[in-house]
């Protein structure tokens, strides 16, 4: 637009004031990068297109109550159910008790209801050879220099090995790689063991399992599949509750934290100190540029236009400021991970917070600058003139 | 040569920057109120002190007419510390209702090697082997103060509807002895034998249904709340039944977690540990309450306390922006002013001390209502989350005066970082030129 | 032939605080075509209030001003403004210039409420600026340029859309004797050469000496006429 250069020439006036204004907008998006991250990483957990097809069946009684082996026939004969698989805690600890692990002793065909998690087809057979074979996360891998091939100690905190230490030995067999990148963290941590070596080596377990997951087949129908699991076990000694993947995901970490509430109390503290600091800045600047708005009217440009430009420029003033912030978060994320060597992990910025951003940049920008463009707009050229 | 003088005045200022945060950080409340008598005993008794009061005076008096600016700062400091402080109060409730359930003279007993109570298990011959020792209180009729609980985590459904998960604790009737802190507030105790169910107040506030007289279903098997009892931490966010009937419902038989036991003193604690380790038939850990829920605490309070200051930190380099532009702005709408008492005879030092002080009374006034805000709005504010990631805790955040100092020492931070550029800016502007110009 | 601006029975009237103050009594004027027009009189004679009204940056309390053939003082807000871009040029004593561009872009912003490409409108500013003498000034922003640079850069703008009315308050207030000539001059030779009608408020009797007519105005009406060749 011919009136660009205008604009941003009158932003950049003076120069220590916007850069100094600016840099308080990209503290505030750099924040909102962060804690955006955070958000959507815990609202999409389990929200993929596989997820939906997945149901989780887990005791009623209790999250750490375990559930018989017995269950699973029944479950693979329930109607819209095409597979089965389970799973149990493990956790552990490699070499420090502070190295808490992401294990789960698994069926032989849980992989087959986790498209999104990539093996080796070699190592994944080499995996199903082996009775102590553990697929590990690539993050893991990176972050102790695991290699395939290697044997590492971990030791249990709750179940104790068949010559009744807490000591567990396990062979890497293979890799674990997400397919999809957003997915990576999850992923990437996890170390899978075998539900029969678990089983088999620790005396207090007998048939019984933590979890099953179950497939569907059409997806609009899954409630009922879930109703069906739930009804084949009430009133019995093992009542069991099922719920879609995600939903029980949800349930989890609502009750952790709402995640929603606590980013959206500190964002609107952050916003609102943002507006109050930014709006200062625009009515200085307009008011120090009464004259030369007045000339702009004298040459002929209407009062509508002047609001315009007052309001080009808060608005690209907050842009140009929260789209850097906005970057800079979106680009720690992988230095901060890489310094750290996988320990701390930044959420990624998505697409949803870049929109939602650049939303917020808009309308802070137009709110900023609504009251000085409509003084702007009001000026009267003959008072603004005589310096009244 | 001129550049070569003002980066090093530059580098001199950044040096001071950071040797004055330096020691901010550490310094304690009474240290800041040293500070500030002294201050105002050299504003009172120097020469160079009383024309520091004398200009700082005079920009007080012309406040009035930068009232939109200086909200800027005042609000901006206000922000951060309110976010700041609140962040912190989460966290530090947090910790005061998980640790306040300890201390020093209770202790307890979990297998060797567990990390919490839920992963360990006791048999029947430990807990017998562990009541023997001569450290545990003894009450009147001489049995040991010493209480084998039964921990696990059921489900039952909250006020907002989903399903959560609740500490069910099956205890013995020492269990009330034991921890003297938790009394009965509302119905009665439970009954041996029967499904019955003692729930604390922070189980009740978040659950639905726990009214003495109201049935909960557990699993497939009901079972009646009788009582309320309240205890003022942690274990208030428990359900408490016989453990003898838990243990059949959820199938662990007569084993049980942990063993609480009363100690005869605190300094007895060492004494029962020696004992412990000194038997070959136990493999066991034991901690005092105090200590063991220290530890349990800490990894949560450490990630909020982390949140808090990372996300203070960022809105408060925010916040010195603000201070800056509004000082810079500030400054040079003084110009004049401030030139003129400078060719009166006013030295640079008290132009200096009187911009920075300007600066840092508007903080001070911004970390004031930014902690008082946090205070009024969070204090007392429940919460609750997953502890342990296995059942749910409920705690009060906690606004205490530590975390309102530490608040105001950021706010006071702030405005010294955001002072000290433009304050060095009005005492070396050339003078003649302010006074020619407009 | 008709007269450029025509004016009949104006008055202005100000609302200052609770009072009301005319500053005009009923004004009839006639401006020729090609004229160069002063405007003298006393401090608070109301000529800069005439001149805004003229040149369309005020409307009238009562009255008509008609400048070739077009009522202004029935012209309402956007309409006015577009006028003015089209019609009228103008001077200030203290120049006004947008001290963040360049003397390029401060000639080139009228042209911006045209349609002329950038190039277009690049060539036209530079020939303006020829115009008044400050070709190889071109890319300096006003805080480099003498006060009678500035000056001329302004008048640049006020001529670069070829508008048929040139308006100037004071022009001169604000500089020293040879810039002032050389100012005054050059609107002479505006006038003369190019045509352009100008109508000029000042104090100096010497800058109303290059104009062609000079009317004199006190407490609001006109005084007489006094014509001379210079």
Redo the contacts between chains.
Sequence with gaps: MKYFHLIWAALFRRK??TF??L???V??F??FG??DGIRTTFAQLGQNADGAQRLQTM???????MLPLALRSRLEQVDNVEAVTWANWFGGAYQD?RNQLFTIAVAPNYLDLYPEIQVDPAELEQWKATRNGMLVGEDMMARFGWEVGQTIPL?S??FPNSDGS?NWQFRIVGVIRPRDAEQGGFFGAMMLMHYDYFAESTP?VDDQVGWYISRVSDVNRSDAAAKAIDALT????N?T?TMTEQAAMA??I????DIGLIVG??MG??F???L??TG??M??AVRERTSELAVLKTIGFTSHSVLAMVLAESVLLVVLGGVLGLGLAAALGPVVGAASRGAISLPPIGPGSWVLGLGLMVAIGLLVGALPAMRAMRLNIVDALAGR | MNLMKTLLRGLGMVLLLIAFLAVWVLLPWYGALALAVALALWMALTRTGRQAASVTWVGVGTLRQRL??S??VV??I???V??LV??LAMAEGYRHTVSSAGSEDVAIVLRG????E??S?LSRDEILAIERAPQIARDAQGRPLASAELV????VP?RDG????VT?RGVGEMAWAVRPGVRLVDGRRFETGRRELVVGRGAQRQFQGLEPGNEVQ???ERWTVVGVFESGDATESEMWADAEVVGA??RRGSSRASLYARLTAPEAFNAFKATLAADPRLQVDADTTLGYFSSQSRTLTTVLRVIGIV?GS??A???V??A???M??TVAARAREIATLRAIGFRGLPVVVAVMLETMLLALLGGLLGGILSWLVFNGYT????AGG?A?LSFEFRVSPQLLWEGLKWALAIGFVGGLFPAVRAATLPVTDALRAM | MAPLVSIRSLTKTYQRGPEKVEVLHGIDLDIEQGDFVALMGPSGSGKTTLLNLIGGLDSPTSGSIEVDGQRIDQLGGGRLSHWRSQNVGYVFQFYNLMPALSAQKNVELPLLLTRLGAAQRKRNAQIALTLVGLADRVSHKPGELSGGQQQRVAIARAIVSDPKLLICDEPTGDLDRQSAEEILGLLQTLNREHGKTIVMVTHDPRAAGYASHTLHLDKGTLVGQQAHVA
């Design positions: 220590a004031r100094l204004t840099a308080s907008i503290a505030a750099l924040l962060m804690l005791s009623r009684l209790s999250m750490v109550q008790p030791q905190t709750i807490l207090y009430a009133n019995s000694p009542e509750r349930a989890q609502k009750q952790v934290a109390s500190i503290a952050v609102f100190t943002l109050l600091l200062n800045t009515a200085q | 939109g600016a909200s800027v609000v901006g206000a922000g951060v309110g976010v609140a962040l090697g567990s990390s919490a839920l992963m298990v696990v985590s059921a489900n909250r989903e399903e959560g998960s069910l557990l699993g497939n419902t959820y996300v960022i809105m380099i925010g916040a922006f603000g800056l532009n509004t810079f702005a919460a609750s989350t997953l296995v749910s």
